[in-house]
């Protein structure tokens, strides 16, 4: 049986596959984790006989700076769902014959493409440098237990099984980056032929089109559940309650997104001086991560990056 031929659409652009997020966030809660506790395990079991403070501190700063590394992907996954969101009232307000609706939102889903296409080549060097920061710790653990012969033999042994897992989960990763990067390159750089559709309307192009991105959408709105857990698995540090009595595990993003949620109007966007110019749809650039004073500058810095567009280029 030979694969389908994947889906063209003449007018609208498809999302990238929603899978390759739901493995990434997988990678982490599942190769990441239990392979940084295998590392414990195998340096605590070398030391039995020789305790050495130092290997451990090594192993510990290698931890907490996977761990920094690993948060960046929050970002990552903000703009993602931006795109999506704003892909999605793209089609929403097509649908419903609001020209300068479809135009702003358009316009901000190309702008954020952009973003997006830099921050996947971000975060495959993210993953990178995770795998480069392991091969150094255990390089450096290896060199620091030198004396001890059997415990040094025991934690070679154990720490080849997981780095080797962690560069084959890397890589694939980061091959499902780069692809993604390739689907928002041609995002940021497809222009929408309004003219065209509405001279001659592909209404079932554009369902599928919405179809595909809602469940894109779905896909990315939920790989924040559990961050703060993820984190501390992998710092190796104990679990941070801060949920509710009924779910005891973390406050969903949900009810974190409740708690801090910036709107900011398009047309401000494009000219943030001026406060008469015409309605035009909200953008609604919510998060509430787990670090709010790292986090809380993130959309601020998007729209740095994107204003110079809206003030210089025209939306059609």
Known sequence: ???????VLTHFKLPPKHQSYSHIRGTLDSVFVPQFKSLSSALQAAQVTQPSPHATRILQEARKAATDEVDKFWNYF??????????????????????EGHRYAYRVACLLARAGTTDSEKAQQVMTKIREGI?????????????????????????????AEIVGATDVCNELLRESREEFMKLENKDFDEESFLRDPKWEEHQ??????????????????GWSELKDDIKGEQKQFTGSDNNPREDSRDAK???????????????????????????SASTTPPSHKVKTSFWQKTLRRIMPCFSSKPFH
């Open 208 to 225: 599928i089109a919405l179809q595909k991105w809602r469940v894109f959408k779905k896909t990315v709105g939920g790989l924040w559940v």
């Open 1 to 7: 049986m030979t694969d389908p031929l994947p889906l």
């Open 257 to 283: 997104k409740d708690r801090a949620t910036t709107n900011i109007s398009l047309r401000n966007v494009r000219n943030p001086n001026t406060s008469n110019m015409p309605n035009g749809p909200t953008v």
């Open 135 to 163: 091969e150094s710790a255990i390089s450096r653990i290896i060199s620091t237990i030198s004396d001890n012969k059997e415990g040094m033999s025991l934690f070679i042994n154990e720490s080849s099984k997981v780095l």
């Open 78 to 99: 903000e703009i993602v769902e931006g795109i999506a969101e704003r892909y999605i009232e793209f089609l929403v307000f097509l649908s419903e014959g609001n020209l």
